[in-house]
């Protein structure tokens, strides 16, 4: 391949990745906020309850963390074992 | 060292087998597991126990209202199961903090293979409850058509399990090798921390999870309020 092609699979990858990373980030963030708010405003409402809902909030909270994780993987995936690196000599 | 001493490589072949690092890091965690059960053997007390006795208990005692609080219902026979896969994936996580070693669950492969223990064991709990006929009918339960959306919700759930538990653990090893390249005096050390916290919470969720999953396979027949089919209460 001619490096100049070597050059621009470098570079769409690369503005890929920033802005998988960037976008994919926002809505598990924005929902794990919500889950938290309506969570904190219950405990304080009913105490008697409260470990219970912390036991779960955690659980809840793992659990939507992981579609960012899944993004991540995806763009590590893109960076470190790029199945398209051989196609363009890389 | 660089970044690529975080992905796992192939130490030494037995016969035709590849032996990565990881292996070599499960075989640890088994070999203390396995070293903690043989050394308390005949060493519980009823009366004045000592530190470990209590720790260990508060593991065991954890999982099972962790099992009450789920299903409604306390199961005893998956109080072991479950005490023993938080056990290994805590350790297993934790692995990394040690000096020499990397955890393994740092490998797509040992999470794979967690993740296919664990489908195992709820396909066998259920078959084993209800009986093989009865068990392989709840794939077709509403509707025929539904059978490889069913098919693919076992796969779902596999795959997820298992990339979770990977991206996480990671995620927290590349967050390290990358600190340690940059500034490797004070700066790693929060973030050590909030791998170590994340490898305990994940460990939690995958065993919460293979507990749901046992839950709903064995009990929505014959439920105390009789209402069939209904799904285990919360989670």
């Known amino acids: 391949m001619l490096p100049d092609q070597q050059l621009q699979f470098a570079i769409v990858t690369t503005i890929v990745v920033g802005a998988a990373i960037v976008l994919g980030c926002i809505t598990p963030a924005l929902m794990e906020g919500r889950a938290v708010v309506r969570a904190f405003d219950n405990m304080a409402r009913q105490p008697s309850v409260a470990d219970r809902i912390r036991g779960l909030l955690f659980v809840v909270l793992a659990i939507l963390e992981s579609t960012a994780i899944y993004v991540l993987l995806i763009c590590l995936i893109l960076l470190f074992a790029n199945p398209f690196a051989g196609i363009f000599g890389l | 060292m660089g970044i690529e001493s975080v992905f796992p490589r192939t130490l030494f072949w037995l016969g035709d087998v590849p032996i990565r690092d990881s292996v070599l890091h499960t075989w640890i965690v088994m070999v203390v597991l396995l070293g903690i059960g043989v050394w308390a053997h005949n060493r519980l007390r009823i ?15 954890y999982v099972e209202k962790l099992v009450v609080d789920t299903s409604g219902r306390a199961f005893p026979e998956l ?3 479950l005490t023993t896969m938080i056990s290994f994936i805590v350790l297993a996580n934790l692995l990394g903090m040690f000096p020499a070693m990397k955890a393994p669950s740092r490998d797509l492969n040992t999470t794979l293979a967690l993740s296919l223990v664990s489908l195992g064991s709820w396909q066998a ?16 339960e509403p509707m025929v058509f539904m059978l490889p959306l069913n098919i693919l919700g076992l796969v779902s759930r596999v795959a997820s399990m298992a990339l979770r538990l990977f991206g996480n653990v990671i995620a927290g090893e590349m967050i390290g090798a990358v600190m340690f390249m940059l500034v490797p005096l004070i700066v790693p050390l929060p973030l050590n921390m909030l791998g170590m916290i994340t490898g305990v919470l994940q460990a939690l969720v995958f065993t919460v999870l293979t507990l ?16 069939a089919h209904e799904a285990p209460g919360t989670i």
């Open chain 2, 79 to 81: 109080v072991p199961y």
């Open chain 2, 47 to 61: 009366w004045d126990p000592k530190m470990w006795q209590l720790v260990v208990e508060y593991i065991v005692d």
């Open chain 2, 212 to 227: 749901v999953f046992v839950v709903e396979a064995i009990s929505s027949e014959e439920d105390e309020t009789g209402v």
């Open chain 2, 125 to 140: 709990y259920g078959i084993r409850k209800r009986g093989f006929r009865a068990y392989m009918h709840t794939f077709i």
